[in-house]
């Protein structure tokens, strides 16, 4: 508890300071620094909370209803955790991404600590006022650092789309929590959530926390925010921010008690069709952040899925199926967090160092950014599931539940939830390749991507770090599952690993022998090559003796076969030039995939809300007696509810 004291003091006192510091570099240093120290203090108490260290601190507050209660178990320890550790690193990124001099650096590192120390909140209040004053706080912070560019407008355009689906994720979960404490008392552990109908509060739970988590089809402001923002911040949104949705969700959950069977079939329908959308949008995309961006919604239906197998095993009674369910959750909780944030970081070092994100117009890079390039491949093996990395386990335990599930009555559940997976992990893949291959394989196909260079060593480190966190992690899989019985307590009926997970031994082992191998045949091939010439040539030469850039694959027509299949779907639309007359001078192709729900739903309900407000300008008279009407009309409504509300 005294550290955790110690890891809020430190962002309370750095964030004034960096403030002030205005636009001098020295803000870069000082921001880094509180960033580390904070993180490693949030670390410290995270991971004890993790190991079984347990603590609550409960104070007075004056807000009706609110309290300064927050306390620390195996499931806050988890997201503490993940979040010290992500928010140090991108704080250590971010003093080389920044450049010096920009006007808002110091309001930058302010509102980025800021937004650290409420997500640290938000992962250990017990009161729900309190949790909401920190959501609040969390998504205000994450919104002003979306707009750091904000002479862009599309920076704006995607700031104000944020703002506007965080608050209404918001205003579903305050009536969530209003008719939780119905009862009188708004901390978590004596809210009676069974008086308005559980199941209300979990669909309410799901629609508020998912806005943030990125379900479909809540997930319209991921594609556009995360391009938007700095890429240090991208990385704490995506790998942590993201995850409180997730977090907030699980720990309803807890509140809850047991599931009745349509709360996880609802989970699984939500993730299998996040993650299958998510991942076919991503692998249309040409713009490297947008795709990453799509990923995360595919990410986070994996999520949402293994906590929906989690819930039917647990209301069928099958423990295997509910343990590995939340534990393959939790598990990919874990990974996402370090490969997501490592790519995000790695497509920010492609940004700075070639001042586009268009996939087309880059390519090559690997020989010019060979530790970037090493660190993005190693993060995309990683979020493909490809053994040994950290990837797999999360998976392993999704499909090693779901098969469980044919001997428990609800085959139905595992058909659906393998199928899912299967085609999640197969799109992956290509839609990994297509971003690595386009970006660092082959020649540069423009300028910029020709004039590219490394990443500054503040860069480069944290991203090494979570590249071999992803590779340690996969390694020591069967320790971190056996690590997770805390966090899982509080969900699962009977926390403990079943024998299936014996496997992940004779995994680690292989995989470790596989690193072994691979270093060996390096260490051979240097040596074979020692003293002799080796001749090099330039790459894709296709047969032709003078190649050019342009007869490479482009992000388009590499996805082109895949994503043709799903053409319907996903609404691509072509423009082709097609080549004219016996000496064409010209022809290209590009497609553009626009979001169908953005296009379908979204912008349509948001242009028929502005038809609306237009025509209600009448109630914006200009006359003070009329605003004090209505304000004392609101809060007769409101007398009136709450005197309503009493037995």
């Not at 942590?240 to 907030?248: C, D, E, F, P, R």
């Not at 500054?456 to 071999?468: D, E």
């Not at 030039?577 to 739903?601: H, N, V």
Request: proline share 4%; aromatic share 8%.
């Amino acid at each position: 508890m005294v550290i955790y004291i110690i890891f809020m003091a430190v962002l309370a006192a750095g964030a004034p300071i960096c403030l002030f510091l205005g636009r001098r570099a020295s803000a870069n240093t000082v921001g880094a620094a509180v960033a580390v120290i904070a993180g490693a203090a949030g670390l410290v108490c995270g991971i004890a909370g993790f190991i079984g260290q347990q603590w609550d601190l409960n104070l007075p507050w004056s807000v009706p209803m609110g309290s300064l209660h927050v306390a620390m178990d195996g499931l806050s320890g988890l997201f503490l955790s993940l979040i010290s550790l992500v928010c140090a690193l991108a704080g250590v990124y971010a003093s080389g991404y920044l450049r010096p001099g920009r006007a808002h650096l110091g309001s930058c590192w302010c509102f980025y600590l800021l937004l650290f120390a409420s997500l640290g909140v938000v992962v250990t209040a017990r009161n729900a006022v309190l949790f909401l004053v920190a959501w609040e706080a969390m998504s205000l912070t994450s919104f002003l650092l979306v707009m750091f560019d904000h002479h862009r407008p599309e920076v704006v355009r995607a700031g104000w789309t944020y703002l506007v689906a965080t608050h209404l994720g918001t205003a579903f979960l305050l009536v969530m929590f209003l008719l939780c404490g119905r009862g009188g008392s708004m901390e978590f552990d004596a809210m009676d959530p069974h008086a308005a109908g559980a199941g209300v509060i979990f669909l309410l739970a799901v629609i508020g926390f998912g806005t943030k988590a990125g379900f479909l089809p809540l997930h319209a402001w991921l594609p556009e925010t995360y391009p938007a923002a700095p890429s240090h911040v991208t990385a704490v949104m995506s790998g942590v921010m993201s995850k409180t949705g997730i977090y907030g969700l699980l720990r309803m959950l807890e509140v809850l008690g047991p599931p009745p069977m349509w709360w996880g079939v609802t989970l699984v329908a939500v993730g299998a069709v996040s993650g299958v959308m998510g991942i076919l949008l991503a692998l249309a995309q040409n713009d490297l952040k947008r795709l990453l961006a799509y990923s995360s919604v595919e990410n986070v239906g994996i999520i949402t899925l293994g906590i929906g197998i989690g819930l039917i095993g647990r209301s069928s009674g099958n423990d295997t199926m509910a343990v590995l369910g939340f534990a393959g959750a939790l598990l990919h909780v874990l990974n996402h967090a370090m490969f997501k944030s490592l790519l995000f970081m790695g497509a920010g070092a492609v940004l700075h160092a070639t001042g586009t994100r268009e996939i087309n117009r880059l390519g090559g890079l690997m020989k010019r950014m060979g530790t970037t390039a090493t660190m993005f491949l190693i993060a995309s093996a990683a979020i493909c599931g490809l053994p040994p990395l950290n990837g797999f386990v999360g998976e392993f335990c999704l499909y090693v539940a779901s098969l469980s599930a044919l001997e428990g009555g609800v085959a139905w559940a595992a058909v659906a939830a393998i199928g899912s997976l299967a085609m999640i992990g197969g799109l992956a893949v290509a839609c990994f390749a297509k971003a690595f291959g386009i970006v660092f394989l082959g020649s540069p196909r423009s300028e910029e991507a020709a004039a590219a260079h490394e990443a500054p060593a503040s860069m480069r480190v944290p991203m090494i770090i979570l590249a071999g966190l992803c590779v340690v992690m996969g390694l020591c899989q069967p320790l971190i599952v056996a690590s997770l019985r805390g966090s899982v307590l509080g969900l699962a009926a009977a926390p403990r690993p079943p024998e299936a997970l014996q496997a992940l031994w004779w995994i680690s082992a292989a995989g470790a022998a596989f690193i072994v191998l691979v270093i060996v045949l390096a260490l051979l091939r240097r040596r074979v090559l020692k003293g002799r010439s080796v001749a090099k040539g330039v790459t894709w030469d296709c047969g032709y003796a003078a190649p050019d850039a342009r007869m490479q694959y482009t992000a388009s027509s590499f996805a082109m076969p895949l994503v043709a299949m799903f053409r319907a779907l996903l609404g691509t639309k072509d423009t082709i030039e097609r080549p004219q007359g016996l000496l064409p001078q010209s022809a290209s192709a590009q497609t553009r995939t626009e979001d169908p729900f953005m296009r379908r739903a979204f912008r349509p309900a948001f242009m028929a809300v502005g038809w609306l407000g237009g025509r209600l300008k009448w109630v914006q008279q200009g006359r003070n007696q009329l605003y004090v009407l209505y304000v004392a009309l609101t809060v007769l409504v409101l007398l009136a509810w709450k005197l309503g509300g009493r037995p």
